[in-house]
């Protein structure tokens, strides 16, 4: 099955630096790039995601970039606010099986005023 | 505002009790989902269901079952509850594939304490 790296597992910034999340994959055939946001006390949240077919995708601070070949993926927050700091998880899932995501295990970022 | 509803955010259990938790969404949403969450283990999957009365066993179904009735309704059953499933519960729900897109919706979550 797919198998699913995340790094790092603790991410600590100062305010205004970026921040930058990488995961790799296993399964060729993922097709379905998602990253969630997780604040204390609540579930994830969908951030931004990332289909096989594009390369890059922005949203204001957020981008995620994909590179197919080497199977890996990444999010990059830029200016980083407090507001920020919160656990970050990616996942990969393919069109089958109900598109079922195989989760990383998520990167606790920290951003210091 | 659209949602994913979990019945209840805290419950403490007896150990061989069997434990339901509920999990309803108001999307429309065929696909659903049970994960668990504990530190340094990440998102588990224990069980989905992308049709009514139609489930599949997910990463770590052993000690669950579920149960999908209806459409909006997805319910974890937890058959003699152990100290070991001691864990946070997510539920998430997520359009049928090849539609606006295959992200989750997820609820709060139920922490649940067997004791």
């Not at chain 2, 434990?19 to 999957?45: A, I, K, S, T």
Request: aromatic share 10%.
């Amino acid at each position: 099955g797919e198998n699913v790296e995340q790094h790092p597992s603790t991410l600590s910034v100062q305010e205004g630096d970026s921040a930058v999340i990488k995961c790799t994959y296993s399964d060729s055939a993922s097709n379905y790039f998602p990253w969630y946001k997780q604040e204390l006390g609540k579930g994830p949240q969908l951030i931004i995601d990332i289909r096989s077919n594009v390369g890059e995708k922005k949203d204001q601070r957020i981008a995620v970039t994909l590179n197919k070949t080497a199977k890996h993926f990444s999010l990059h927050i830029t200016e980083t606010q407090p507001e920020d700091s919160a656990v970050y998880f990616c996942a990969a899932s393919k069109s089958a099986n109900a598109g079922k995501s195989t989760f990383g295990d998520g990167t606790t970022l920290t951003v210091k005023p | 505002d659209v949602k994913v509803t979990q019945s209840s955010r805290y419950l403490v259990k007896r150990t061989g009790e069997k434990v339901f938790l509920e999990c309803v969404q108001d999307m429309d949403h065929e696909n659903m989902f049970w994960y668990r969450q504990d530190p340094g283990l990440g998102l588990r999957l224990i069980y989905f269901s992308y049709d009514v009365k139609m489930k599949e066993k997910g990463d770590i179904p052993e000690g669950y079952s579920v149960s999908r009735e209806k459409k909006e309704r997805f319910s974890l059953i937890l058959e003699s509850a152990s100290t070991n499933q001691t864990s946070m519960y997510l539920c998430a729900s997520s359009p049928r594939q090849g539609s606006i897109g295959l992200g989750y919706t997820f609820g709060s979550g139920t922490r649940l304490t067997v004791v």
